[in-house]
């Protein structure tokens, strides 16, 4: 699940000025970084995808508010589209990067 980010977490990740530069990554590492995050984010995806399933379940015997099953499915819905753009995004990059000439 996506946690929304405080305004002290984004505080606290904000670079020093003073502090020491990063090495560089190498095109590798920020692939499998990049493949990491999407895989991250399909996993949410299915995580959220098995919860309205269990919340639905849960409101079909009588254990849960049709507001919980509404939340949860609009949850999911807004997780998928955006994973969903960011796939597309990363294939519109790919399809430029490829009509380039060198």
């Known amino acids: 699940m996506i946690q929304p980010l405080s305004l002290t977490q984004v505080g606290q990740s904000l670079p020093l000025t003073n ?3 990063p090495m560089q990554a190498t095109p590798s590492e920020l692939t ?5 995050m999407l895989k991250s984010a399909l996993d949410s995806v ?3 995808e ?5 919340v639905n379940n849960q409101f079909l015997i009588g254990n849960a508010d049709i507001s919980e099953v509404m939340i949860a499915a609009q949850q999911a819905q807004l997780n998928l589209q955006l994973v969903t753009q960011v796939r597309n995004k ?3 990059a790919y399809q430029e990067i490829m009509r380039m000439q060198f």
Do not use: G, R
């Not at 499998?32 to 990491?36: D, Y």
């Open 19 to 21: 502090a020491p530069k």
């Open 32 to 36: 499998e970084s990049f493949s990491s």
């Open 46 to 48: 299915s995580a959220q």
């Open 50 to 54: 098995q919860n309205v399933h269990k």
């Open 90 to 92: 990363a294939v519109e």
